[in-house]
């Protein structure tokens, strides 16, 4: 069953937003509402709709500037915005037509050309929608990674599903389980970037090659950066490798600064490192890993309820 599209309408003027909502349900839409600038904001952010119809003219902010802010968020650029403009305010409808609009219905508007508008552009929409599956590519191409470096094969997977079994344990919402299962599978794909003889070399990095791959995390952002359905990992692939204390990289966050994903994603990532055959040593067991991390947790490495949870999962693994 396909969902029904979700469309925000935002107009101050009551009678017009009604009158639009009325158009929009009979239409089959599923229609969210704002009266003005910035509940559409929010609005935007918590439910990505599939389709925006802004009033140029709002009180606080305008529908130009709405559209800028849809359009140069990753997350939100390819959803369609249709500006309601008058006929006459010239000035104004340049500023709308700047901010990225994909569309222009003059007040007052005949029904049956905006909803013929609404169509094409929530056909365009779905398109884009079914392009994220270059989302698919994404991941084929993680784990082309994985294969290139061969100490880690089945690594991001059962990254991926100690993770997400952490998160279901932890009570987090379904959008960071989403985050940790995508996460598992992506975390290290700015390794794409590092060349093989860093990757698997055996014995020690020198500080110039650790530094060559202390930049993954950041390359890993920039690559899944302009997927729509990967965002939610976005903070998984930068911050896996950051620590409690502040000294991890690339950011040097602390603690709660740290989001929860990321640092669960850090505890899994070490233990499966440990518990699988390098380049420079065997695998050790279950016991030894864990034994290791509760030590760098002493360090102030990990978080320790974190870590106190895995425990039982991993555990129920051996
Ligand atoms: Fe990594």
Redesign the pocket.
Same mark, same amino acid.
């Given at each position: 069953m396909d969902k029904k599209p979700l469309i925000l309408i935002a107009d101050d003027d009551a009678q017009a937003l009604g009158v639009l909502e009325q158009i929009m349900t009979a239409h089959g839409y599923e229609v969210v509402t704002a009266s003005e600038g910035v509940s559409a904001q929010q609005k935007v952010l918590e439910r990505t709709p599939d389709l925006v119809i802004l009033d140029n003219y709002m009180p606080g902010i305008s529908g130009s500037e709405i559209t800028r802010q849809i359009k140069n968020n990753p997350a939100t650029q390819f959803v369609p915005v249709i500006m309601l403009t008058g006929f006459t305010e010239t000035p104004d409808k340049v500023e709308a037509i700047e901010s990225g609009a994909d569309d222009f219905v003059n007040k007052p508007y005949k029904s049956v050309e905006l909803t013929t508008r609404i169509k094409s552009l929530l056909k365009v929409k779905a398109l884009h929608d079914e392009l994220d599956s270059a989302e698919s590519v994404i991941f084929a191409l993680a784990r082309a990674i994985e294969a290139k470096d061969n100490y880690t094969v089945g690594h991001t997977e059962r990254v991926s599903q100690f993770a997400l079994v952490v998160g279901y344990r932890l009570g987090l919402s379904t959008e960071e389980i989403d985050a940790l299962r995508k996460g598992g599978i992506l &975390?290290?794909i700015g390794?794409i970037a590092i060349p093989d003889s860093i990757l698997n070399k055996p014995g020690r990095l020198t500080p110039e090659e650790f530094d060559t791959i202390r930049t &993954?995390?950041d390359r890993g952002e920039k690559i899944c950066k302009p997927l729509n359905s990967v965002q939610s990992a976005l903070k998984i692939v930068r911050h896996? &490798?950051e620590k409690m204390d502040g000294s991890g990289y690339p950011d040097g966050l602390r603690e709660d600064q740290i989001p929860v994903i990321a640092r669960i994603m850090s505890i899994v990532?070490v233990y499966d490192a440990l518990t699988t055959t390098r380049s420079y040593r065997a695998a050790l067991s279950h016991d030894i890993a864990m034994s290791i991390l509760e030590e760098e947790a002493r360090k102030g490495w990990w978080d320790w309820e974190i870590l106190e949870e895995f425990r039982e999962v991993a555990g129920s693994h051996n």
């Open positions: &975390h290290d390794k &993954h995390p896996h &490798h990532d």
